[in-house]
């Protein structure tokens, strides 16, 4: 059971640089969620899709574009990387956000930007 | 503005302990309150209740939600070493697809 798998779980860019995190479900969700977790700011929302073919923005949007390639898979772009940006990020997706059912998580991905 | 808030923020208790954490929100239509709990990597489901389930039980864990005074607590009974994580508390408002986390209580179980 795969579940949510992101990639990388680790990467170091350099201020400026451009990077895209990928990820993929297999439970056959339609709603995905990109968030970021810093210390002492729990998790919070950068993009979700609803379903397939929409995207809406979350909380901390900015410096961040998202696609929903398809059902599966869900890909967070960052086009010039700030230190600000330095985080763990979480790949999610739930049955249908809608209704309020439970979420289940990536193993995230760590990275640092210097 | 939707708010979750967790309360406390970290706690360190021996192995054999009762704790309790608490998460009390603010949100326009209520819909759901899950409960995860997050050791190194991706937070793990532990709860989940509604206007339908305002009370769960899993061996050692329980939880309850009081929808009059919007809060929720988890309780953990004789802990153990492997309970000790950050325990986050979500809101889902009704009309939304929106998950809002608290910033968790960072829970320590010592032997």
């Known amino acids: 059971n795969a579940g949510v798998t992101q990639t990388p779980k680790f990467q170091v860019l350099k201020t400026g640089q451009s990077m895209t995190l990928q990820c993929a479900q297999d439970?056959?969700?339609?709603?995905m969620y990109w968030y970021r977790q810093d210390p002492g700011m729990g998790l919070r929302l950068i993009y979700y899709?609803?379903?397939?073919?929409?995207?809406d923005k979350g909380e901390v949007p900015n410096g961040y574009n998202v696609s929903r390639l398809n059902k599966r898979e869900f890909s967070l772009r960052l086009e010039s990387a700030a230190p600000s940006q330095t985080s763990v990020y979480f790949c999610?997706?739930?049955?249908?956000?809608?209704?309020?059912?439970?979420?289940?998580f990536g193993e995230g991905s760590w990275l640092t930007v210097v | 503005e939707d708010k979750v808030v967790q309360s406390p923020l970290s706690l360190v208790v021996h192995e054999g302990d009762t704790v309790t954490l608490n998460c009390s929100y603010e949100?326009?239509?209520?819909?759901?309150l899950l409960w995860y709990k997050q050791e190194k990597k991706a937070p793990t489901f532990l709860f989940m209740l509604?206007?339908?389930?305002i009370e769960k039980k899993s061996g050692r864990l329980s939880s309850i939600l009081d929808k009059k005074e919007l809060f929720s607590i988890l309780n953990i009974t004789a802990t153990q070493t492997g309970d000790s994580a950050v325990y986050l508390c979500?809101?889902?408002?009704?009309?939304?697809?929106?998950?809002?986390f608290g910033t968790g209580t960072r829970l320590k179980v010592l032997a």
């Open positions: 999610a997706s739930s049955e249908d956000g809608s209704s309020g059912n439970t979420i289940y």
């Open positions: 439970m056959n969700h339609n709603s």
């Open positions: 899709s609803a379903s397939e073919g929409t995207t």
């Open positions: 949100v326009t239509n209520f819909r759901s």
């Open positions: 509604t206007s339908s389930g």
């Open positions: 979500a809101v889902t408002p009704s009309g939304t697809y929106k998950y809002i």
